[in-house]
């Protein structure tokens, strides 16, 4: 389950790509459409999520690397996204000093909930790249092999 910068970056801008999606499906109920005008305040929150989360995330996937369970690597991403969600949310709505007002907890609620799926989204990304990638060398190692062999 090992994997390269690029294969991360590519993941990591997917999360973030799916993290806008579903917090604005997911506002456009509660708010009554008016998700678009919070997307104003998702967009710079969540790329300093993305840009601060991502070195962690980084590790996280090279702690795990050796680990080829993918419900593993699923749990540890899903609980990474809510703990990255939560404390984005947080620090924003406190900066915001509305922090006592229910639509604020709402906004932290749905924030929390669709950062969650939106990492695992991104690690899946990466992950089918990185494998695909695996795949494509080890065709390739197969085929010099077979080339060598050939030419004896």
């Known amino acids: 389950m090992s994997f390269s910068r690029s294969e991360f970056l590519k ?6 790509l799916w993290f806008l999606v579903i917090h ?4 456009l109920v509660p708010t009554g459409g008016y998700g ?11 790329f300093g999520a993305l840009v601060i989360g991502s070195p962690l995330a980084f590790s996280l996937g090279q702690a ?3 680990q080829r ?15 990255i969600g ?3 949310t947080a620090l924003a709505t406190w900066l915001s ?35 695909k990638s695996d795949s494509e060398k080890a065709t390739k190692a197969a085929d010099i092999d077979a080339e ?4 004896l």
């Open 11 to 16: 993941g990591a801008l997917a999360a973030w």
């Open 24 to 27: 604005q499906a997911l506002l």
């Open 36 to 46: 678009f005008v919070a997307l104003c305040l998702t967009l710079p929150w969540s």
């Open 64 to 66: 795990l690397r050796r």
């Open 69 to 83: 369970r993918s419900w593993v690597h699923i749990v540890a991403f899903a609980f990474f996204g809510l703990i």
């Open 86 to 88: 939560v404390l984005t």
């Open 97 to 131: 000093g509305e922090s006592t007002q229910y639509g604020w907890f709402l906004f932290a609620s749905l924030t929390a909930v669709s950062a969650c799926p939106a990492v695992v989204l991104g690690w899946w990304h990466a992950a089918r790249h990185a494998r």
């Open 148 to 151: 060598y062999e050939d030419s």
